[in-house]
């Protein structure tokens, strides 16, 4: 069964929804299918690239997330269907299920909260992203896996 999720703001009776333009907003979810995204530190902009409070979005994806603090390692999983990301704060490296992987632009620590570029955390995810430039919304799109 495939699953529409979206990430932009304001409300809408079947998405859920991430705004760069500063904002990330909670709307409704798709008719108690789709967790609402509670995104109260806004998204930014840095080389390109949105990049999105960690927590909300990794957790509005079914994904739980441990932080060690003295390596700055990020640990992202997933029981169904099982994976685990794994990245640190400041580097370019990270991985999928053990296999490498690099990001375009590195995660950082921004008010104490971790942010990562939208597109890494969607293919890593293995949800499709795509960024309506002149709306300024990013839309996730979460199908069979």
Do not use: N
Not at 13 to 24: F, Q
Not at 38 to 56: E, F, K
Not at 61 to 70: E, I, N
Request: charged share 20%.
């Amino acid at each position: 069964m495939h699953g529409v999720r979206r990430a932009g703001i304001g409300r809408a009776g079947k998405w859920v929804a991430l705004l760069a333009c500063g904002l990330c907003g909670v709307t409704a979810g798709q008719a108690a299918e789709v967790p609402e995204l509670d995104c109260p530190d806004p998204a930014y902009v840095a080389d390109g690239q949105l990049m999105v409070p960690l927590r909300p979005v990794l957790e509005w994806l079914g994904m739980s997330l441990a932080f060690d603090p003295d390596t700055r390692m990020i640990t992202a999983t997933k029981a169904d269907p099982a994976f685990e990301v794994v990245l640190t704060i400041g580097s370019l490296q990270a991985s999928r299920d053990g296999q490498p992987l690099t990001l375009d632009v590195v995660p950082t620590l921004r008010h104490r909260r971790a942010y990562v570029p939208l597109r890494f955390l969607a293919d890593a995810a293995k949800v499709t992203s795509t960024w309506d430039a002149k709306h300024y919304v990013a839309t996730l799109t979460d199908g069979e896996r």
